[in-house]
């Protein structure tokens, strides 16, 4: 992929400020793509932007092409006239410094219901056209992926009543609509129509607001880079829908589940669940789901990251069942046969940034290197001790002295700590090596380290350096925004109002100038 040289920041759209518990696509995003302008960035990065399942995760997605109804902007559906203002009473009283998913949940889904009712009874005409014409656009995966969600919808609540919390369809549907019987889903289409046509309004809306939103970062000469896992949901319409490109029984179970393997941090390994692909019946389409699915990313983002690239020249396997991710093992896949389909789809220039970070061979790095793919550099990680504890080494392939052009640095991701919240729990020499790289008195605080981090990302030789929001800002571990391997708690960090102002923005815009990655 072909860069110039930029800079950016990453910032899930939950994690905006406002008034209704999560942050929106509304009024504080067009002002913060107007930040980042100011700020002379050229990349947002967001997190996967679909619909989350339990646990509330954007990388379990019920659908890798539907968007996220909980980030509806609702003030424009009130200036529609499709909700009154007091309708909006419930969100204003859940707090604002964190999403808390089980409130804001069940309240904003009344509040969308009630949107997409009157939208069905009483839209114009012109706003009926271009819902018309969005249904038909998409005809590809929404009817399906509404069809899911509203036998989703009833069967969740009766096993959420039963006290059964994250079951995939295959334990509690109907064997009948489980496994797709024609009948079945016609008798359901028939008799519950709304629900079905209530689904599709609120995707309508998701991507009107979405598309205006990427106008407006096109406008400010912002690029949006977007996120996707290499592996999808069991319990989503993406397995349901096309059972036969996944290891699954017959009655729809996995046969095999992803994770990775035990390491040096991790004597279980890591068990994820996700379903594994049939390479074999990919690879017969000629890999249209896996390109279907990248239109799809694009639609959404100028740029897409993939989440555990590695899994496209071996992934780790571990039979359905199994309590840890100890008994597994490494199987090939088809990387290369992939991504030629891929580059014979959307040309040679592949707008793709490779996340190879964890256990990368050489066969991962030809992979990536043969299709001109971006990797990932993570200075939390450059300054950790070598294996066995003999100190810190300049030749670690995160200190920036090392990197090539073609990578994408971060301070830190999602599933890192905050910079600040790593620094404070850091050894003395690991402080003591970090100060002296970034040519700080030894005595530097943790604030002084941070912003020499920041500087050090901007100043590399990496096309492109992207900061998280919270390490701009400085914060501490209170601000992190995913524990892996944790449930509860995660993805719910919030900007506080005004935080990202006037004063950061001009800071960062100068030093983005300095190191030029800027365009002025």
Known sequence: MRSERTAGVLLHPSSLPGKYGIGELGDEAYRFVDWLADAGQGVWQVLPLGPTGYGDSPYASFSTHAGNEQLIALDPLVDEGLLAKGDLAPLGRLPREKVAYGDLIPRKAAILDKAAEAFAAGASKARRSAFDEFVADNASWLPDYALFMSIKREYDAKSMAAGRFGDMWSNW????????????LDAWRQSHGDAIRRVEILQFFFFAQWDALRARAREKG?????????????????????????????DGSPVDVAGVPPDYFSADGQLWGNPLYDWTAHAATGFRWWIDRIRAALRLYDVVRIDHFRGFEAFWAVPAGEKTARKGEWRKAPGHELFKAIRAEFGEDIPVIAEDLGLITEEVRDLRDRFKLPGMKILQFAFDFKEGGKGLDPR??????????????YTGTHDNDTTRGWLDKAGAEERAFMAEYLGLPSSAGSGEIVDGLVREALKSVADLAV???????????????????TLGGNWSWRLEPGALDAGLAERLARMTRLYARSKD
């Open 222 to 250: 912002v690029r949006i880079v977007g996120d996707i896992p290499i592996f999808v949901a069991a319990d989503s319409v993406d397995v349901w829908a096309n059972r036969g490109l996944f290891l699954l029984n017959d």
């Open 396 to 409: 670690n392939a995160f200190l920036p002295h090392n990197y090539p052009r073609e990578c994408v640095v």
């Open 173 to 184: 549907w109907p064997k009948d609509l489980a496994l797709g019987d024609k009948a079945a």
């Open 467 to 485: 900061i998280p929001a919270q390490d701009l800002l400085g914060l501490g571990s209170e601000a992190r925004m995913n524990v892996p391997s």
